[in-house]
T-cell receptor, first 113, second 113 residues
Framework: EAAVTQSPRNKVAVTGGKVTLSCNQTNNHNNMYWYRQDTGHGLRLIHY???????EKGDIPDGYKASRPSQENFSLILELATPSQTSVYFC????????????FGAGTRLSVL | GDSVTQTEGQVALSEEDFLTIHCNYSASGYPALFWYVQYPGEGPQFLFRASRDKEKGSSRGFEATYNKEATSFHLQKASVQESDSAVYYCALSANTGNYKYVFGAGTRLKVIA
C-alpha cells in the first residue's frame, strides 16, 4: 500500500517565525508535490520535485521554499511565516507519468498567529 | 495556464437521489482527467481516471465520461448513500512533460439519510 506520511499533523507558529513541514514516502515514487487547501480554492500547487535534489515552482510558490534531499523526503519551508499562510498543507507522491495517480498524506494544519 | 472548473461548491441530496457534479477543464494537449474524494480528516484519495476521448472511468458506483469536444468530465452516481458524503475534486494532468496536476475548487456533497 502506497504510504505518504506528513509531520507534524498540527502546528501553531508565530508571525515571522520559521516553519518546516516534512513529508516522507515509502512508494519509491520519483515525483513529490506540496499543495495547500483553502475553502473556495481547492488544492493549489506550491512546489514539486522530480527526484532527489530537484525542486520546481508550482502555481503559488511565493513565501515558500522546498527541499528534496532524498527520494523519500520532501520538505516545505516557510522562512518568515505570515497569517495568510494559515492553511491545510498536503504532500503527495506520484510515479511521474501524466496518467498516474497521486497518493496524498493526511495533511498538516498550520495556524500562523 | 491549465484550469479545472467545478460548478457546484456544495450539493445536498437525500439517500437514493441521483448525483451530478459538473467539471470542465481548459488545457493544452490531451490531458488525463481524474476524480478524487476526500473524507473528513484525511487526504484526497484517487477515485478513477480517464485518458482519452469518450473513455468512461468508474469506481464504487461513480462514473464520468471524458468529453473532449465539451471539455468536460462530469461525475455521476445513480443512487447516493449517506456514506458518500465527502468533498469531490476533479483534476487534470496535462501531457506536457512537467507532470503537474491541477485541481478544481472541490464540491462538498452532503447526503441526508
Amino acid at each position: 500500500e502506497a504510504a505518504v506520511t506528513q509531520s507534524p499533523r498540527n502546528k501553531v507558529a508565530v508571525t515571522g517565525g520559521k516553519v518546516t513541514l516534512s513529508c516522507n514516502q515509502t512508494n519509491n515514487h520519483n515525483n513529490m508535490y506540496w499543495y495547500r487547501q483553502d475553502t473556495g480554492h481547492g488544492l493549489r500547487l506550491i512546489h514539486y520535485s522530480y527526484g532527489a535534489g530537484s525542486t520546481e515552482k508550482g502555481d503559488i510558490p511565493d513565501g515558500y521554499k522546498a527541499s528534496r534531499p532524498s527520494q523519500e523526503n520532501f520538505s516545505l519551508i516557510l522562512e518568515l511565516a505570515t497569517p495568510s499562510q494559515t492553511s491545510v498543507y498536503f504532500c503527495a507522491s506520484g510515479m511521474g507519468q501524466s496518467q498516474n495517480t497521486l497518493y496524498f498524506g493526511a495533511g498538516t494544519r498550520l495556524s500562523v498567529l | 495556464g491549465d484550469s479545472v472548473t467545478q460548478t457546484e461548491g456544495q450539493v445536498a441530496l437525500s439517500e437514493e437521489d441521483f448525483l451530478t457534479i459538473h467539471c470542465n477543464y481548459s488545457a493544452s494537449g490531451y490531458p488525463a482527467l481524474f476524480w478524487y474524494v476526500q473524507y473528513p480528516g484525511e487526504g484526497p484519495q484517487f477515485l478513477f481516471r480517464a485518458s482519452r476521448d469518450k473513455e468512461k472511468g468508474s469506481s464504487r458506483g461513480f462514473e464520468a465520461t471524458y468529453n473532449k469536444e465539451a471539455t468536460s468530465f462530469h461525475l455521476q452516481k445513480a443512487s447516493v448513500q449517506e456514506s458518500d458524503s465527502a468533498v469531490y475534486y476533479c483534476a487534470l494532468s496535462a501531457n506536457t512533460g512537467n507532470y503537474k496536476y491541477v485541481f478544481g475548487a472541490g464540491t462538498r456533497l452532503k447526503v441526508i439519510a
